[in-house]
């Protein structure tokens, strides 16, 4: 059975998935079979693995760090909140239902049988299990049926690292607070801290490991720089989702919307040289773009609803007249369409017009389709005329169908209208033949030749990986890692 190591924060965004990722990829580079695990994942952005079964996008990116084989059993629970106070419960891939958050807190001890058995299936393949733990390790109030923090490190009897953020200040109080709530027999299985996330000279900062060994009584594994690496983040706290202004040649503009998903399908377009991605969430921030993207949504008839109170429906439209390009992807592909019906309830009820950009009609149900996909884009008018012939591979997550009159845009369906394009193909951008077709395109329309290079999405990530791996492993004593690995709890 495999050795595992858990790493658990102090908060969330604390660097925990990175962390994580970069010992994946540290022991993979060393020669072990390593495999990322999270017993549950609270998260929008998500992923279909070639079964058709769907997980979090934290451990696809850890699995692509490890170099393994990606699995639904890395990340057996997944919630994707639909409201405030509610969530729709995936165990292994499948969907259970939506729950009432206090109906899931009473329901969750009885996924433990499901979680271990991922977890030994997964133990009994690899030699290294890197196991992330969600939030904080010491939410007392939701301590006693836990099943993702210590109670995961209990079951798998991990030791754990825990990860602070400085950049966020507080570092003292964060590992030195979450030590003191934790219980001892908790804290005794901390076996080292991480402070994470620090920016300028560490030399300055010795003093303070000092502060933290000495009253934490725990060893400080390492104080480890804010790294500047490209790497697919799902946590609705991304850096990436805040607004900022448009600093490159073309200026793509993604709709911020309330209950955004699957973000991570615009990253591939962040490689291209004089190429700027930002995220807007206001009329006043989406100024001139030359390509807006709506992306998905795990609640389309709100969104779209917030999309006419805001005025950014009104701002794309004016946009669109004036020529400007606008996609959809799944939810913003029905937002796209004339009306969006919900008579199930599937994702609350309802009915709402939609943006009128594309003659659709979309009704949920309660069936979702997922589904990994690949096709080609048919003849494609206006601006992205270019994709015209285009392979493309990716897969699918949605609730409903969406009927079309208009001309379709890919061998799978989709619809066109002039420079207006709708499909739910996540990842159709990731093709690096697709997206820098589209690069050129909006290069030519501004009168400028594109003189980059063409993406290849999948080398550049290994190539981040590394440096990711390269950087943890110089700011950490990995030997002092692979001692609590190999003694454990």
Same mark, same amino acid.
């Given at each position: ?22 010992? +994946? ?8 079979? &390593? ?37 639904? $059993? ?104 979450? $030590? ?94 004089? &190429? ?9 921030? $989406? ?98 005329? +270019? ?35 709708? +499909? ?14 589209? &690069? ?50």
């Amino acid at each position: 059975m495999a050795k595992p190591i858990m790493i658990q924060g102090t908060m969330s965004n604390a660097g925990k998935s990175l962390f994580a990722a970069a010992l +994946c990829r540290i022991f993979k580079q060393d020669g072990y079979s &390593v495999s990322p695990f999270k017993s549950q994942n609270m998260a929008l952005n998500s992923y279909i693995t070639a079964d058709g079964l769907e997980m979090g996008r934290a451990q696809v990116m850890q699995a692509e760090a490890a170099g393994i084989e990606l699995s639904v $059993l890395m990340n057996p629970i997944l919630l994707k909140p639909t409201t405030d106070v509610g969530s729709q419960v995936i165990v292994n891939g499948e969907v259970r239902g939506n729950m009432r958050a206090m109906d899931y807190f009473k329901y969750k001890k009885e996924l433990v049988p499901d979680i271990m058995k991922a977890y030994n299936v997964l133990s009994s393949q690899h030699d290294i299990i890197v196991i992330e733990g969600a939030g904080s390790a010491a939410e007392l109030n939701l301590k006693s049926d836990d099943i993702v923090n210590m109670g995961m490190a209990k079951l798998a009897k991990a030791p754990v690292l825990l990860v602070g953020d400085i950049d966020r200040g507080g570092i003292f109080a964060q590992l030195l607070g979450t $030590l003191m709530l934790v219980e001892q027999e908790e804290r005794d299985m901390i076996k080292g801290l991480v402070v994470n996330k620090f920016r300028g000279d560490k030399s300055i900062f010795q003093s303070g490991v000092d502060i933290l060994e000495q009253r934490g009584g725990k060893p400080v594994v390492g104080v480890v720089p804010y790294i500047n690496c490209d790497i697919e983040d799902e946590d609705s706290l991304s850096d990436k989702l805040e607004n900022k202004s448009a600093d490159g040649i073309i200026d793509i503009a993604v709709i911020r919307l309330p209950r955004i998903s699957n973000f991570t399908d615009f990253d591939v377009f962040s490689q291209y040289e004089g &190429v700027s991605v930002r995220y807007v969430s206001k009329p006043s921030q $989406l100024e001139n773009p030359d390509f807006i993207i709506i992306p998905g949504t795990k609640s389309t008839i709100n969104d779209m609803k917030w999309l006419v109170e805001s005025g950014l429906e009104i701002a794309v439209k004016r946009a669109a007249e004036k020529g400007v390009p606008v996609f959809g992807i799944c939810g913003g592909y029905q937002i796209l369409g004339e009306k969006i019906s919900d008579p199930d309830f599937s994702e609350g009820g309802g009915c709402t017009d939609g943006m009128r950009l594309l003659k659709c009609r979309t009704v949920f149900s309660q069936e979702k389709n997922r589904s990994r996909t690949s096709g080609k884009f048919l003849q494609v008018d206006g601006i992205f005329s +270019c994709l015209t012939g285009a392979e493309f591979s990716g897969y699918e997550i949605h609730l409903g169908e969406t009927e079309s009159d208009e001309k379709p845009l890919l061998s799978c369906g989709g619809a066109q209208n002039g420079n207006i394009y709708g +499909c739910y193909i996540h990842g159709i951008f990731d093709n690096s033949d697709v997206s820098e077709r589209i &690069v050129k395109a909006l290069y030519k329309r501004k009168g400028i030749a594109f003189n980059g290079g063409t993406a290849d999405r999948k080398a550049y990530k290994e190539r981040q990986y590394d440096q990711l791996a390269d950087e943890v492993r110089k700011n950490i004593d990995m030997e002092l890692v692979y001692k609590i690995l190999n003694e454990g709890i």
